[in-house]
């Protein structure tokens, strides 16, 4: 099977893509995959790290409002499909997938006037602009939450869920907590605030830094690349606490989220995928500056089924969060069923759904 695979920007497009090489290879190792994204975005650190080919294209997204950025965007939208174009021709895929950001648009729609079968991969409940466009044009939309359906052409909706599931339930458990400077026998929080972090969630956990650190239980705190001189030179000042651990950015997220008892994070749709796999408890703070407000509709397809504590980024404050991560944490009870009620919602048989939706079109 040869597949092109495209989805960028944030980490949240790019791990569905990745996770999805893996499965497929799993199951057909000889199969030849390429992905496609830009220079800029993050997918050209992350997929260079692995052994997959990678080429870029060039492209901007689309601003909602009128502005000459946006002529410049459709020229080199139409830049991009014809560069598409050329790298479909060479490398003759079976299929092309999408998996949200803007580097998917051209890709996408030059393989749909190739005949190449197509699938867009929604990770949200509410969907981007890329993949409300590209839903015109491709055979089907996967989409990881049933909420998303009705923004899209119904015959072509398949419910698959996230494939960065599956590999957040398969991923073995080996100790990551030592290897972080942290006691692998104490309850764990991960504080993480996206892919990029998450600078409102960085502040309100500074507020408390002195107080957490004082806790029998220890954190992980990510505080995203751009974020993580100014967070690590207040924690210097505030003496550092022994129990509080502080990385800008981790790789292989699944291991370390086995190894921890609560996640505090933005409410990103991929993360939501991995949580909700392996049944662990959240706070989740939905970042209000995404389009629709979509982050906060993810985290009610958590909360409304007693999965996740909702915290609205206007009403969070540093004692407010260690308030909360206290009333999980140190209730045995509380968390078991938290636990309970986050499993119900995971799908691990994901990247199994994708897979079995790629055969069906290139059969
Ligand atoms: C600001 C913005 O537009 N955010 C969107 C973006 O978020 P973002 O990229 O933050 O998306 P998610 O939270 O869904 O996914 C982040 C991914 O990065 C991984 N990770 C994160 C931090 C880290 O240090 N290491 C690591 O590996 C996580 O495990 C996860 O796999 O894409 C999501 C999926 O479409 C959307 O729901 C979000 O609304």
Redesign the pocket.
């Known amino acids: 099977m040869k597949v092109i695979v495209s989805g960028g920007g944030?980490?949240?497009?790019i791990?569905p893509a990745l996770a999805l090489i893996k499965e497929i290879k799993k199951r057909e190792p000889n199969a030849e995959f390429l992905y496609i994204g830009t220079e800029k975005g993050l997918e050209s650190t992350l997929v260079k790290r692995e052994d997959i080919p990678f080429k870029t294209i060039d492209i901007t997204g689309f601003k909602r409002k009128f502005s000459l950025e946006n002529v410049k965007t459709i020229i080199r939208f139409f830049k991009g499909v014809s560069r598409s174009k050329k790298l479909i021709r060479e490398f003759e895929p079976d299929i092309v997938i999408g998996t949200?950001g803007y580097v998917c648009g051209p890709v996408v729609y030059a393989a749909s006037k190739l005949n190449v079968a197509t699938i867009v991969h929604e990770?949200?409940s509410v969907p981007?602009l890329t993949n409300k466009f590209l839903s015109k044009y491709v055979n089907k939309v996967a989409i990881s939450f049933k909420e998303a359906e009705s923004f899209f052409p119904k015959e072509k909706v398949v419910h698959t869920g996230n494939p960065?599931a599956t590999e957040a339930s398969l991923v073995e458990g080996r100790d990551r907590l030592t290897d972080l400077g942290l006691n692998k026998d104490k309850k764990t929080v991960l504080i993480?605030g996206?892919?990029?972090g998450a600078r409102p969630i960085n502040d309100a956990f500074l507020e408390v830094l002195e107080v957490a650190g004082k806790r029998d239980y220890q954190f992980l705190y990510?505080t995203g690349e751009v974020h993580y001189d100014t967070v690590m030179a207040k924690v210097q000042e505030h003496g550092n606490p022994p129990n509080i651990k502080i990385?800008p950015?981790?790789?292989?997220?699944?291991e370390v989220?086995k190894n921890v008892h609560l996640i505090v994070?933005?409410?990103?749709?991929?993360?939501?995928a991995?949580v909700t796999a392996i049944g662990l408890p959240s706070i989740l703070i939905p970042?209000p500056?995404?389009t629709n407000n979509?982050?906060e509709k993810?985290a009610r397809a958590l909360s409304d089924n007693g999965a996740a504590v909702i915290k609205l980024e206007k009403e969070l404050s540093g004692p407010i969060l260690l308030k909360e991560i206290d009333a999980i944490l140190l209730n045995e009870k509380k968390w078991e069923q938290m636990h309970k009620d986050t499993l119900k919602l995971g799908m691990p048989e994901s990247g199994k759904l994708l897979y079995e939706l790629i055969k069906q079109l290139i059969k």
């Open positions: 944030t980490g949240g497009h791990y949200g990770q949200n981007g960065r993480v996206g892919s990029r990510v990385a950015f981790i790789h292989n997220m699944p989220l994070a933005r409410a990103g749709a991929t993360t939501l991995e970042s500056y995404v979509h982050q993810n």
